[in-house]
C-alpha cells in the first residue's frame, strides 16, 4: 500500500511539472516540453531549451521547407509528410504524438489501440547529379502496430457493470411484453368474456390502435437498452461522443451510478450490522439502489440521444436544399414541424423501387452519391428488383403531376434517387486474402457494401471464394435439412415434413440465386481482366438502390398526418383512461410524445433524401458569440464538425437504424401476434363447462402394487388430514396424493359426467359434486371465466375439496399470461446471467413494480380472486367445511396454491406453476411463510408449467416416461396419475387403461378373471 501511495504521489508530480511547461494544443504541431535531465541522445526526449514564453518555435527546416517544427535550442523536431483526415465513423478523434524523428497517429476503439508511426527512412537518401549522397532524408514510412491498454482488472469491472446493465436490458423486456400483455387483456374483457358486460367497440378498437405506438416505442427503447449495454463494456465511448461535455464528468458519473453510489449503500448496512432478515438484507438493499442508480442512467442515456437525434434532424431540415435556409429559433418552430411532416409522409407514402445488383471489375471505391443502376459494370443478369403491392397499386392509380396541387398521388417522369442509410454513412467492409473468413462472409449483413477485392495484390484467391460459395450452399442446404429434422424430432408426419419444408425452400429461394449471382460476378470479373496488370485491384461490391416512383400531393401528406394523429394516439389515448388504464394510458401518452417527435423528426428520413452528412455543423447546435468564433481555428472548427457527424452517424447507425431496432421489432412483433392468436382464441372459442367422460378406462379388478426394494415417494399417502374419508367410515385411504391427482384431473369434465366419474374412483355415493353451492356463489357476483369444482363427502360433512380447472381455452392461456409471464421471463433473464442466482433477493421487487402497470379491472377479473373469495365465502359466510382442501392442474394447480396461501387453506397442486417469485403482484400479496405453510405441489420431470416460477418448500417430484421430443406430455394429469400409481400403488382405489396402453407403463395386476386385453379391448380397437 505505502508502495502503490509513492508511486500516485511520483505520478502527480511528473504531471504538474509537465502540465507546467506544456501548455500548447495536443492536437498541434507544439512537440512535448518535458523537463528532463536526460541525454539529448534519446529521440523521445526534447531538450529543456524554449524560448521567450517558454515553447517551442517553428521556423523552415534545413531542408528549406515551411513549418518544420523546432524547440528552443533551433533543434528540429520531425514534420510528418503525411496528413490525415478523421472520418467521423470512427469511435474518437485520433491524436498526432509528434517527437523529434517520429510522429504517432492514435487511432482509439475501446480498450485498442491503433498507431500509424511516420518516421524517417534513413536507409533510403537523396543524390545529387553526379550520384553522390546530400545528406538529405529522402522519404519516410509508415508503420502501423496495434496496442492495448486494457487489463484482467478492468475487464471484471467492466463485466460487473455490464450484468447489471443486462439484468435492466431484461426487465425492460419483460416490462415492455407486461404492457403488451395487460392491453390484449383488456382488450377480452372488453369484449365481455370475463363477466356478463357486453361489448364496447370503443374501447376494443382504442386498444387495438394503441398497439403500433407501442411496438414503436418499446421497441426503440429496447434498442438503446441494448447500445446502452454495449457502450458500457466499451467505456461509455458512445455516451461520451454523444454528450458533449468533459469525459472526466461522464466518467466520474458513470462510477458513482455503476459503483460508487451502490458500494457506499452496501458498506453503510454492512457496517451497520443490517443482515438479519432475508427479506431486508444489506444486499437486498445494495442491489434495489444498483438496479435504480442504473435505470436512471439508462434514462438519462435515453434522453441524451432523444435530443441530440431530434436536434440532429432539424439541423439537416434547416439546411434541406429544397427549402429555404432557417436558423434555429422559437418563431421557426412551425416551419421546421412542416417540413419534417412532409417529408416524413413523402417518405412513408411513395412507391419505391429496390434494386440489387453487383458491380463487376471495379476499379474504384463506391461513390456516396453516384447512381450505378445504368453503369457498364453493373451485372444486369442479376437483378434483385422488388416492388410491394402498394407501391404497384400507386403506380397504377398515379397521375402525372399537372401543379394544381390537388391530385392525391402524382407520378415522376423520371424515378427519384432515395439513398440507403449505408451509403449515407459512408462505410465500405473490405473482403481481402488477410480478411476473408468463412463464418464472416456467410454470415454478412445482407446490406452491407462489401468490397470483394477479385484482383490485384490483395486479392481473395479462387480456393477463397470457391469456399465461400460452397459454405453458402452447404448453410442453406443445412438449414433446410434441420427444418425438416426438426419438424419430424416434433412428430411431424413426413407427408407434412415435405410440404412444409417445401415451403420454407420457396419463401427463401432467393438465397440461393444471390449465390449463384456471386459466383457468376465473380467468373465475368477474372474472365475479363485475366491479363490486365496484377498490381490494379479490382473489387465487386453488391449495391442497393432505392428510386421512388410516385409522390404523395402536399394535401394529401396532411390529410394523412391528420388520421394518424387522431386514430393512432388521440383516440387510443381517450378510449385507454375512459376504461380506466390509467397506468397504461400514462405510458401510452409519453411513448406516443417521445415516438411521434422521433418518427416525424426523423435523422433517417432526411439522411436518404440528402444522401450525405456534409450538412451538419457546429454552429447549429451549439451557439458561439462572434469573438469566439473569430477566436476559433480551423482545426477547432473542423473537430466540432466531426464531432456533429460522429454523434449522429453513430445514433442513426446503432439505434435509428440497423439490425439491433430490426431485431427488437421482430421481437416486440412476434409477441403481439402470440397475444394476438390467444385473444382469437378466447374470443373463437369462447368459455365451456367441461367436457364429457366414460369411465370404460376405469379398472376395479386390477392393481398396481408398490414395487419391492424401491423407495416411494415419501407423500404418496400425505398427512392424515389430507386423506379422503372411506364410505364405511373405518378409517382414510392410504392413496391421498393419487386421490388430489385424480379429483384434479376431473377439474375438467362437464357436469352431466361427474356423477360417474366420481363413483367409478371413490365408490358410489362417496363423493358428490356440489353444484348448489357453487352456483349460489356465482350467483350474486360479476360472472368470471374461472371455473371450478366443489366436491363434498356426506360421510364427513366438515371435509370437502375445491378443484379448479386449469387451462382448457385461449382465455385461460391469457390468465396464465397475466399471472405468470414476468416470472417466466425473469427466471430467463436469471438463467442467461452468470451467476444470475445472486439476484434472487430482488426479483420478487422488480417484478412487483411492473405489476403495477395492472388496473383495478385487470386485477378484479384474475382468476385467484374468484377463487380465493369462494373459500373465504364458504368458511367466513356459508361457515361450512372447517376441512376445505383445494387442488387442481396446471392453472388450476397454480390458482389452488394462491387461493391456499391468501386464506391459509391447505391446498394440493398438480403441475402446476409456483408463486414465489409472483407473490406480491397478488392482490393481497402472499408471504413466503404461507406458501411455505399451506401449499404442495406434484412436479412430473421435464414438465415445463411447474418450473414456472420458484416451488416453496413442500413439493413432490414424480417420474415422467415421456419420450424426450414429447416433453409437453408430461404435463399430462392423467400420465402423472399413472406414475403415482404405479409407483405408491392403487391401494384400494381402481387403475387406468391408459397407463399401459398410453403412457408406457407396465400391465397393472389382475385381481379378477378378466385379462388386461379383455378389460381394455375397446381401447385396442381405437
Known amino acids: 500500500f505505502l508502495f502503490s501511495a509513492v508511486e500516485i504521489r511520483c505520478l502527480f508530480i511528473s504531471i504538474a511539472k509537465t502540465s507546467g511547461s506544456n501548455a500548447a494544443d495536443r492536437r498541434g504541431a507544439t512537440p512535448f516540453n518535458i523537463e528532463s535531465k536526460m541525454s539529448e541522445e534519446d529521440p523521445l526526449i526534447i531538450d529543456e531549451t524554449k524560448d521567450d514564453n517558454g515553447h517551442g518555435t517553428v521556423t523552415n527546416d534545413a531542408n528549406g521547407q515551411d513549418g518544420a517544427v523546432t524547440n528552443g535550442a533551433g533543434k528540429k523536431l520531425f514534420a510528418p509528410s503525411a496528413s490525415f483526415v478523421d472520418h467521423y465513423s470512427l469511435e474518437a478523434p485520433s491524436d498526432e504524438i509528434k517527437f523529434r524523428s517520429q510522429s504517432v497517429r492514435v487511432f482509439c476503439n475501446g480498450t485498442q489501440q491503433f498507431q500509424i508511426i511516420e518516421e524517417e527512412d534513413k536507409t533510403a537518401v537523396d543524390r545529387d547529379l553526379e550520384g553522390d549522397t546530400t545528406g538529405k532524408t529522402k522519404k519516410t514510412t509508415l508503420k502501423a502496430r496495434v496496442s492495448s491498454d486494457g487489463s484482467s482488472g478492468l475487464s471484471v469491472l467492466r463485466g460487473a457493470y455490464t450484468l447489471v446493465t443486462v439484468l435492466m436490458m431484461g426487465f425492460l423486456l419483460i416490462f415492455a411484453l407486461q404492457v403488451l400483455l395487460f392491453l390484449f387483456v383488456s382488450l377480452v374483457t372488453e369484449g365481455g368474456l370475463t363477466s356478463k358486460q357486453s361489448l364496447n367497440y370503443g374501447h376494443l378498437f382504442g386498444s387495438v390502435l394503441s398497439i403500433p405506438i407501442f411496438v414503436y416505442g418499446l421497441a426503440s427503447a429496447l434498442t438503446m437498452a441494448t447500445e446502452f449495454v454495449v457502450d458500457t463494456w466499451q467505456g461509455h465511448s458512445f455516451f461520451r461522443s454523444v454528450l458533449r461535455i468533459p469525459p472526466v464528468i461522464i466518467d466520474w458519473a458513470a462510477f458513482l451510478a455503476f459503483l460508487g453510489i451502490p458500494l457506499s449503500v452496501m458498506l453503510f448496512h454492512m457496517w451497520t450490522g443490517d443482515n438479519t432478515s432475508t427479506e431486508t438484507g444489506w444486499w437486498e438493499s445494495t442491489a434495489m439502489v444498483w438496479f435504480g442508480s442504473i435505470a436512471i442512467a439508462f434514462a438519462i442515456f435515453c434522453f441524451v440521444v432523444f435530443v441530440v437525434e431530434v436536434w440532429g434532424a432539424m439541423e439537416l431540415l434547416s439546411h434541406h436544399p429544397d427549402y429555404e435556409l432557417l436558423d434555429f429559433g422559437l418563431g421557426n418552430i412551425g416551419k421546421f414541424l412542416k417540413r419534417a411532416i412532409l417529408l416524413r409522409q413523402l417518405h412513408s407514402?411513395?412507391?419505391?423501387?429496390?434494386?440489387?445488383?453487383?458491380?463487376?471489375?471495379?476499379?474504384?471505391?463506391?461513390?456516396?452519391?453516384?447512381?450505378?443502376?445504368?453503369?457498364?459494370?453493373?451485372?444486369?443478369?442479376?437483378?434483385?428488383?422488388?416492388?410491394?403491392?402498394?407501391?404497384?397499386?400507386?403506380?397504377?392509380?398515379?397521375?402525372?403531376?399537372?401543379?394544381?396541387?390537388?391530385?392525391?398521388?402524382?407520378?415522376?417522369?423520371?424515378?427519384?434517387?432515395?439513398?440507403?442509410?449505408?451509403?449515407?454513412?459512408?462505410?465500405?467492409?473490405?473482403?481481402?486474402?488477410?480478411?476473408?473468413?468463412?463464418?464472416?462472409?456467410?454470415?454478412?449483413?445482407?446490406?452491407?457494401?462489401?468490397?470483394?477485392?477479385?484482383?490485384?495484390?490483395?486479392?481473395?484467391?479462387?480456393?477463397?471464394?470457391?469456399?465461400?460459395?460452397?459454405?453458402?450452399?452447404?448453410?442453406?442446404?443445412?438449414?433446410?435439412?434441420?427444418?425438416?429434422?426438426?419438424?419430424?424430432?416434433?412428430?411431424?408426419?413426413?407427408?407434412?415434413?415435405?410440404?412444409?419444408?417445401?415451403?420454407?425452400?420457396?419463401?427463401?429461394?432467393?438465397?440461393?440465386?444471390?449465390?449463384?449471382?456471386?459466383?457468376?460476378?465473380?467468373?465475368?470479373?477474372?474472365?475479363?481482366?485475366?491479363?490486365?496488370?496484377?498490381?490494379?485491384?479490382?473489387?465487386?461490391?453488391?449495391?442497393?438502390?432505392?428510386?421512388?416512383?410516385?409522390?404523395?400531393?402536399?394535401?394529401?401528406?396532411?390529410?394523412?398526418?391528420?388520421?394518424?394523429?387522431?386514430?393512432?394516439?388521440?383516440?387510443?389515448?381517450?378510449?385507454?383512461?375512459?376504461?380506466?388504464?390509467?397506468?397504461?394510458?400514462?405510458?401510452?401518452?409519453?411513448?406516443?410524445?417521445?415516438?411521434?417527435?422521433?418518427?416525424?423528426?426523423?435523422?433517417?428520413?432526411?439522411?436518404?433524401?440528402?444522401?450525405?452528412?456534409?450538412?451538419?455543423?457546429?454552429?447549429?447546435?451549439?451557439?458561439?458569440?462572434?469573438?469566439?468564433?473569430?477566436?476559433?481555428?480551423?482545426?477547432?472548427?473542423?473537430?466540432?464538425?466531426?464531432?456533429?457527424?460522429?454523434?449522429?452517424?453513430?445514433?442513426?447507425?446503432?439505434?435509428?437504424?440497423?439490425?439491433?431496432?430490426?431485431?427488437?421489432?421482430?421481437?416486440?412483433?412476434?409477441?403481439?401476434?402470440?397475444?394476438?392468436?390467444?385473444?382469437?382464441?378466447?374470443?373463437?372459442?369462447?368459455?365451456?363447462?367441461?367436457?364429457?367422460?366414460?369411465?370404460?378406462?376405469?379398472?376395479?379388478?386390477?392393481?398396481?402394487?408398490?414395487?419391492?426394494?424401491?423407495?416411494?415417494?415419501?407423500?404418496?399417502?400425505?398427512?392424515?388430514?389430507?386423506?379422503?374419508?372411506?364410505?364405511?367410515?373405518?378409517?382414510?385411504?392410504?392413496?391421498?396424493?393419487?386421490?388430489?391427482?385424480?379429483?384434479?384431473?376431473?377439474?375438467?369434465?362437464?357436469?352431466?359426467?361427474?356423477?360417474?366419474?366420481?363413483?367409478?374412483?371413490?365408490?358410489?355415493?362417496?363423493?358428490?359434486?356440489?353444484?348448489?353451492?357453487?352456483?349460489?356463489?356465482?350467483?350474486?357476483?360479476?360472472?368470471?371465466?374461472?371455473?371450478?369444482?366443489?366436491?363434498?363427502?356426506?360421510?364427513?360433512?366438515?371435509?370437502?375439496?375445491?378443484?379448479?380447472?386449469?387451462?382448457?381455452?385461449?382465455?385461460?392461456?391469457?390468465?396464465?399470461?397475466?399471472?405468470?409471464?414476468?416470472?417466466?421471463?425473469?427466471?430467463?433473464?436469471?438463467?442467461?446471467?452468470?451467476?444470475?442466482?445472486v439476484w434472487d433477493p430482488i426479483l420478487v421487487n422488480l417484478v412487483e413494480m411492473i405489476g403495477i402497470l395492472q388496473s383495478a379491472s385487470l386485477r378484479k377479473v384474475a382468476f385467484y380472486v374468484s377463487t380465493s373469495a369462494f373459500v373465504e365465502w364458504l368458511r367466513d359466510e356459508k361457515k361450512v367445511f372447517p376441512s376445505l382442501r383445494i387442488t387442481g392442474h396446471s392453472l388450476g394447480g397454480g390458482l389452488a396454491m394462491i387461493s391456499g396461501a391468501q386464506t391459509q387453506t391447505p391446498a394440493v397442486g398438480l403441475s402446476g406453476p409456483n408463486t414465489i417469485i409472483t407473490r406480491k403482484t397478488l392482490e393481497p400479496p402472499v408471504t413466503v411463510e404461507n406458501l411455505n405453510k399451506y401449499t404442495f405441489n406434484i412436479i412430473p420431470d421435464r414438465d415445463p408449467v411447474p418450473m414456472i416460477d420458484d416451488p416453496a418448500k413442500n413439493v413432490q417430484h414424480i417420474a415422467c416416461l415421456a419420450p424426450a421430443n414429447n416433453f409437453i406430455d408430461c404435463h399430462t394429469s392423467i400420465r402423472s396419475l399413472c406414475d403415482i400409481q404405479y409407483t405408491c400403488g392403487s391401494g384400494d382405489r381402481p387403475t387406468l387403461c391408459d397407463c399401459a396402453l398410453y403412457y408406457g407403463y407396465p400391465e397393472p395386476e389382475a385381481i379378477g378373471d378378466r385379462t388386461f386385453q379383455e378389460a381394455c379391448g375397446v381401447k385396442d380397437e381405437l
Open 349 to 837: 407514402y411513395s412507391a419505391v423501387r429496390n434494386r440489387t445488383f453487383y458491380l463487376e471489375g471495379a476499379n474504384t471505391l463506391p461513390g456516396v452519391n453516384e447512381s450505378y443502376d445504368q453503369s457498364d459494370v453493373a451485372d444486369h443478369e442479376f437483378v434483385d428488383e422488388s416492388v410491394s403491392l402498394y407501391s404497384r397499386l400507386m403506380v397504377k392509380y398515379a397521375e402525372p403531376d399537372n401543379g394544381s396541387g390537388r391530385q392525391f398521388f402524382t407520378e415522376y417522369e423520371t424515378p427519384k434517387r432515395q439513398f440507403n442509410i449505408e451509403d449515407v454513412l459512408d462505410r465500405e467492409v473490405f473482403v481481402t486474402d488477410a480478411t476473408w473468413n468463412l463464418e464472416k462472409f456467410y454470415c454478412r449483413r445482407s446490406k452491407a457494401r462489401t468490397v470483394l477485392v477479385v484482383n490485384g495484390p490483395s486479392k481473395v484467391y479462387p480456393r477463397q471464394m470457391w469456399s465461400s460459395l460452397i459454405c453458402a450452399a452447404l448453410g442453406t442446404v443445412l438449414t433446410v435439412l434441420f427444418v425438416a429434422a426438426f419438424l419430424r424430432w416434433g412428430g411431424a408426419s413426413i407427408p407434412l415434413v415435405i410440404i412444409l419444408t417445401v415451403l420454407f425452400i420457396y419463401f427463401n429461394r432467393e438465397s440461393a440465386r444471390q449465390i449463384y449471382s456471386l459466383y457468376d460476378s465473380y467468373r465475368d470479373t477474372i474472365s475479363n481482366n485475366a491479363t490486365d496488370d496484377p498490381n490494379d485491384s479490382e473489387a465487386i461490391y453488391q449495391v442497393t438502390e432505392t428510386h421512388r416512383l410516385t409522390r404523395p400531393s402536399n394535401l394529401t401528406c396532411w390529410v394523412l398526418f391528420g388520421c394518424e394523429l387522431f386514430f393512432l394516439f388521440v383516440f387510443p389515448l381517450w378510449m385507454l383512461y375512459d376504461v380506466g388504464n390509467n397506468a397504461i394510458a400514462v405510458l401510452f401518452l409519453i411513448l406516443g410524445a417521445f415516438s411521434g417527435c422521433r418518427y416525424y423528426f426523423n435523422a433517417p428520413v432526411v439522411l436518404t433524401e440528402l444522401g450525405s452528412l456534409d450538412l451538419l455543423d457546429g454552429d447549429f447546435i451549439r451557439t458561439k458569440s462572434v469573438a469566439e468564433k473569430n477566436e476559433e481555428t480551423a482545426a477547432i472548427a473542423a473537430e466540432n464538425d466531426w464531432r456533429e457527424k460522429n454523434r449522429l452517424a453513430k445514433i442513426v447507425g446503432h439505434i435509428s437504424q440497423g439490425s439491433r431496432r430490426d431485431a427488437w421489432v421482430g421481437v416486440i412483433g412476434t409477441f403481439v401476434m402470440i397475444f394476438l392468436f390467444l385473444f382469437l382464441s378466447a374470443f373463437a372459442g369462447g368459455s365451456n363447462s367441461g367436457a364429457e367422460q366414460t369411465t370404460d378406462n376405469i379398472l376395479k379388478d386390477f392393481r398396481y402394487v408398490p414395487q419391492n426394494g424401491t423407495f416411494h415417494y415419501p407423500t404418496c399417502a400425505l398427512t392424515e388430514d389430507f386423506a379422503i374419508p372411506e364410505a364405511d367410515r373405518s378409517g382414510t385411504s392410504s392413496s391421498a396424493l393419487a386421490d388430489y391427482a385424480y379429483m384434479a384431473s376431473i377439474a375438467y369434465t362437464a357436469p352431466e359426467s361427474m356423477p360417474s366419474v366420481l363413483d367409478a374412483w371413490f365408490g358410489e355415493d362417496v363423493v358428490f359434486d356440489n353444484t348448489e353451492l357453487v352456483e349460489e356463489f356465482r350467483s350474486g357476483r360479476e360472472e368470471s371465466a374461472v371455473h371450478f369444482k366443489l366436491l363434498t363427502f356426506p360421510n364427513n360433512p366438515d371435509f370437502a375439496v375445491v378443484s379448479i380447472r386449469g387451462t382448457n381455452n385461449g382465455w385461460d392461456m391469457i390468465s396464465d399470461a397475466q399471472l405468470w409471464s414476468a416470472s417466466v421471463l425473469a427466471q430467463a433473464v436469471r438463467a442467461l446471467l452468470p451467476v444470475g442466482e
